[in-house]
């Protein structure tokens, strides 16, 4: 089970947000909070439904009307909505770019081992001088 299971009937989710169970039913008649129905026509909350009932209680307490409290929850959806987009759009762009042929760049490590490495980077320059002589085989 998880936080969109919708399992509380309407007395256990408004005893749990701290509404009387008429509150519930007028809520969901304007919008604010959409319950699932079960073939008998129940209501059935999931914890996500008694987690905005109780920003609702929130918002109410802080004097905002329930036109305002409508739009906030509104506005809210529509950004987790937006940010859920905007994630997918950077998994498939990552994905792109590190499967279209000749994006990848590599380099050599001093030890032969390759490094993969963003475009656009360079690698650090050893400064360091070695010097090579051949053996004496005498």
């Known amino acids: 089970m998880d936080e969109t299971t919708r399992v509380f009937v309407i007395s256990t ?13 007028q809520y969901d008649r304007l919008g604010l909070v959409s319950p ?3 073939p008998g026509k129940s209501r059935r909350y999931s914890m996500l439904d008694v987690a905005k009932l109780r ?4 918002l109410g307490s802080e004097g905002v009307s329930l036109e305002g409290i409508r739009r906030i929850l509104e506005l809210e959806d529509h950004v987790r ?9 950077e998994s498939t762009l990552a994905d792109e770019l590190l499967n279209r042929p000749g994006r990848r760049v590599f380099a050599a490590g ?3 081992d390759v490094i993969s490495m963003k475009a656009g980077t360079r ?14 085989h005498t």
């Open 110 to 112: 001093s030890a032969g």
């Open 55 to 58: 920003e609702i209680a929130f």
């Open 13 to 25: 989710a408004a005893e749990l947000a701290g509404m009387h169970p008429q509150t519930l039913r």
């Open 36 to 38: 699932e129905r079960t």
């Open 81 to 89: 909505g937006l940010e859920k987009r905007l994630r997918e759009l």
């Open 123 to 136: 690698t650090r320059r050893s400064n360091q001088i070695v010097i090579w002589r051949p053996r004496d």
